[in-house]
């Protein structure tokens, strides 16, 4: 595999690749011959499988790929996926997560033939697949969050994972920096410097992101009033909620809903 930034990827059968950043690529049988460009737009159409000739123009032997993806809006990051490389590329051979296999086998079955509630499966594997996808390159990659900072750090530190959790699983609590930080067994001011050194911001601003893209997300998927999301992600009242997106994203949350997309890339 070729992309335009990085060195040619030899690939084999059963490899797992993940472009985080959605770059483009091309297939070849070896570096210097013409590329192949399958085309993989996720949102084309519904067929996850897609094959390309890689060699000689019309002569190559041909490669079929499992290809999936989603829609990244602009403006918005996770920043987990903020610090991963360009190009994640897990060889068939060294994986050793079963998870990770059994996966992409249920995955290559499931888009292989028509079956009843395909619909709802395939998007539901594409995202087991990405968290399996995940807990493999940063188990190979294990971060020391006493010399790393970023979100892969952050998660590493059991302090600052338990505050995140907290955090992740209680949007709606009225979190304060003690508050956290007892989660996290550190005084207020120890907390709130480790918090920062880690994720880059402070808690509070932390909170405030994870809560509008929470609501982000929540708007994209229901139609349950907007009172009830704002109660759904800790604020008093849709006014006060309203003006907080409206900050985050430059768009009222009900112009937000007005215009979605879906939530889900389609997968090709």
Not at 64 to 70: E, N, P, S
Not at 170 to 181: F, I, N, S
Not at 202 to 224: F, K, M, N, Q, V
Request: net charge neutral; glycine share 8%.
């Amino acid at each position: 595999m070729i992309t335009p930034d990085s060195d040619p990827t030899p690939l084999g059968t059963g490899d797992v690749l993940f472009l985080p950043n959605g770059a483009g690529y091309a297939l070849a049988n070896q570096p210097f011959t013409p590329l192949a460009e399958p085309v993989c737009d996720p949102f084309a159409n519904a067929e996850l499988f897609t094959s390309a000739s890689v060699g000689e123009p019309g002569n190559g032997p041909r490669t079929t790929t499992l290809c999936g993806g989603y829609l990244r809006r602009q403006g918005q990051s996770h920043p987990l996926i903020d610090d991963l490389p360009d190009l994640i590329h897990l060889p068939a051979r060294l994986r050793s997560h079963s998870d990770l296999q059994a996966t992409m086998e249920l995955l290559a079955d499931e888009v292989s033939a028509v079956r009843k509630g395909g619909e709802t499966a395939v998007p539901a594997l594409l995202d087991v697949l990405l968290i399996h996808i995940l807990r493999t390159w940063l188990d190979q990659h294990p971060v020391d969050s006493d010399r790393n900072i970023g979100w892969a750090a952050a998660l590493a530190d059991p302090s600052i994972a338990a505050a995140l959790e907290a955090i992740h699983q209680q949007p709606d609590h009225p979190w304060t920096v003690r508050e956290l930080g007892q989660r996290a067994g550190l005084s207020r001011a120890a907390f709130s410097e480790r918090f920062v050194s880690l994720v880059g911001q402070p808690p509070i601003t932390y909170l405030t992101w994870w809560r509008l893209t929470s609501a982000a997300r929540i708007l994209r998927e229901s139609d349950i009033p907007l009172a009830a999301v704002a109660d759904r992600i800790g604020y008093k009242s849709a006014y006060a909620f309203g003006n907080a997106f409206k900050r985050e994203f430059g768009i009222a949350p009900g112009r937000y809903r007005n215009r979605r997309g879906t939530a889900r890339a389609r997968p090709r």
